[in-house]
């Protein structure tokens, strides 16, 4: 890659916007509270990693401009974690279990933490 490339190139990374990605993600975690408290909304985005809208800023942004990175690869796992939990919260709530989807919002919690500091690390990396 010469001068040019690096250049355009780290200008594209540093033009993400990953605030967008962190709102994103609060946003995911207040439509699964919302679900799981009764509200009727599109399930879809909650249990799909790849509907909802930091999976589509993942698979869209993240990873055709900066997937060389070992942190993006995590993100990704540590996405699809955080939906497989939402899928069994939402499953334990279909159940009439309540309860123990609530309670597992603590897991969602922990798995968020990482993510976020994924996300941090990266945008270091990135716009570096």
């Known amino acids: 890659m010469n001068r040019t490339e690096q250049n355009n190139y780290k200008e594209s990374i540093g033009r993400l916007d990953f605030e967008q990605a962190r709102i994103k993600h609060v946003l995911f975690k207040s439509k699964l509270r919302a679900l799981l408290y009764g509200a009727s909304i599109d399930t879809e985005p909650v249990i799909s990693t790849r509907d909802c809208s930091l999976g589509k800023w993942i698979y869209d942004v993240a990873m055709p401009r900066i997937g060389h990175l070992p942190e993006v690869k995590e993100l990704e796992r540590v996405h699809n974690d955080m939906h497989v939990i939402a899928r069994r919260l939402w499953s334990e ?7 123990v989807a609530l309670q597992g919002l603590q897991q969602v919690d922990e798995t968020a933490e990482k993510l976020l500091h994924l996300l941090n690390v990266i945008e270091r990396k990135a716009i570096a």
Do not use: I
Request: aromatic content about 14%.
């Open 93 to 99: 709530y279909q159940k009439g279990n309540q309860e």
